[in-house]
Protein backbone atom coordinates (compact mmCIF):
# COMPACT_ATOMS: atom_id res chain seq x y z
CA UNK A 1 0.00 0.00 0.00
CA UNK A 2 1.37 3.40 -1.01
CA UNK A 3 -0.42 7.02 -1.17
CA UNK A 4 1.19 9.94 -3.45
CA UNK A 5 0.18 13.39 -2.46
CA UNK A 6 -0.15 15.83 -5.23
CA UNK A 7 0.68 18.96 -3.16
CA UNK A 8 -0.21 22.36 -4.29
CA UNK A 9 -0.98 23.48 -7.88
CA UNK A 10 -3.74 22.74 -10.31
CA UNK A 11 -4.08 18.46 -10.78
CA UNK A 12 -3.31 17.41 -14.36
CA UNK A 13 -6.39 16.29 -16.97
CA UNK A 14 -8.26 13.21 -16.38
CA UNK A 15 -7.11 12.10 -19.82
CA UNK A 16 -2.92 12.58 -18.96
CA UNK A 17 -3.64 10.70 -16.03
CA UNK A 18 -5.17 8.20 -17.54
CA UNK A 19 -2.51 7.52 -19.91
CA UNK A 20 -0.27 7.57 -17.02
CA UNK A 21 -2.21 4.44 -15.42
CA UNK A 22 -2.45 2.69 -19.00
CA UNK A 23 1.42 3.01 -19.47
CA UNK A 24 1.79 1.19 -15.79
CA UNK A 25 -0.22 -1.33 -17.42
CA UNK A 26 -3.28 -0.60 -15.90
CA UNK A 27 -6.86 -0.99 -17.33
CA UNK A 28 -8.59 2.62 -16.42
CA UNK A 29 -12.08 3.40 -16.23
CA UNK A 30 -13.76 6.58 -14.32
CA UNK A 31 -15.95 6.32 -11.34
CA UNK A 32 -17.81 8.29 -8.91
CA UNK A 33 -19.75 8.01 -5.98
CA UNK A 34 -22.06 10.68 -4.14
CA UNK A 35 -21.55 12.17 -0.57
CA UNK A 36 -22.49 9.37 2.11
CA UNK A 37 -21.32 6.55 0.06
CA UNK A 38 -19.49 3.74 2.25
CA UNK A 39 -17.80 0.55 1.18
CA UNK A 40 -17.18 -1.71 3.55
CA UNK A 41 -14.28 -3.62 4.13
CA UNK A 42 -13.37 -5.76 1.37
CA UNK A 43 -10.30 -7.42 -1.04
CA UNK A 44 -9.64 -7.17 -4.82
CA UNK A 45 -7.94 -9.98 -7.23
CA UNK A 46 -6.19 -7.56 -8.83
CA UNK A 47 -3.83 -4.65 -8.20
CA UNK A 48 -6.16 -1.31 -7.92
CA UNK A 49 -4.93 2.19 -8.27
CA UNK A 50 -7.16 5.45 -7.17
CA UNK A 51 -6.59 8.66 -8.76
CA UNK A 52 -8.83 11.40 -7.08
CA UNK A 53 -9.96 14.29 -9.60
CA UNK A 54 -12.06 15.95 -7.31
CA UNK A 55 -13.96 15.79 -4.08
CA UNK A 56 -12.32 13.54 -0.95
CA UNK A 57 -12.03 10.12 -0.34
CA UNK A 58 -11.27 8.20 2.97
CA UNK A 59 -9.39 4.67 2.04
CA UNK A 60 -8.89 2.91 5.37
CA UNK A 61 -6.03 -0.17 5.46
CA UNK A 62 -5.94 -2.15 8.89
CA UNK A 63 -5.67 0.78 11.52
CA UNK A 64 -4.87 3.59 9.23
CA UNK A 65 -7.26 5.92 7.40
CA UNK A 66 -5.64 8.04 4.85
CA UNK A 67 -7.43 10.65 2.96
CA UNK A 68 -7.06 11.62 -0.60
CA UNK A 69 -7.76 14.66 -2.29
CA UNK A 70 -7.67 15.68 -5.92
CA UNK A 71 -4.82 14.94 -7.11
CA UNK A 72 -3.68 12.16 -4.43
CA UNK A 73 -3.08 8.32 -5.72
CA UNK A 74 -3.21 4.73 -4.01
CA UNK A 75 -1.70 1.71 -4.86
CA UNK A 76 -3.16 -1.03 -3.03
CA UNK A 77 -1.74 -4.35 -4.04
CA UNK A 78 -4.68 -7.56 -4.86
CA UNK A 79 -5.77 -9.17 -1.75
CA UNK A 80 -5.69 -5.92 0.45
CA UNK A 81 -7.86 -5.61 2.67
CA UNK A 82 -9.66 -2.06 2.73
CA UNK A 83 -12.34 0.29 3.12
CA UNK A 84 -13.42 4.01 1.35
CA UNK A 85 -15.98 6.10 2.01
CA UNK A 86 -16.90 9.79 0.48
CA UNK A 87 -16.12 12.76 2.93
CA UNK A 88 -17.87 15.75 2.81
CA UNK A 89 -20.87 17.01 0.88
CA UNK A 90 -19.70 16.74 -2.37
CA UNK A 91 -19.06 13.65 -4.73
CA UNK A 92 -16.10 12.20 -5.78
CA UNK A 93 -15.09 11.63 -8.66
CA UNK A 94 -11.34 9.20 -9.31
CA UNK A 95 -9.72 6.91 -12.40
CA UNK A 96 -9.71 3.02 -10.85
CA UNK A 97 -6.79 1.36 -12.66
CA UNK A 98 -6.76 -2.32 -12.20
CA UNK A 99 -4.21 -5.00 -13.36
CA UNK A 100 -3.30 -8.97 -12.41
CA UNK A 101 -0.61 -8.83 -10.51
CA UNK A 102 2.85 -9.06 -12.55
Request: charged share 25%; proline share 6%.
Amino acid sequence: MRIERHGDGPVAQASTLQRRLEEEGYRVYAWSDSPGTVYPPHRHDTDQSHWVLSGTLALTVGEEEYVLEAGDRDWLPAGTLHAARVVGREPVAYLIGERWSQ
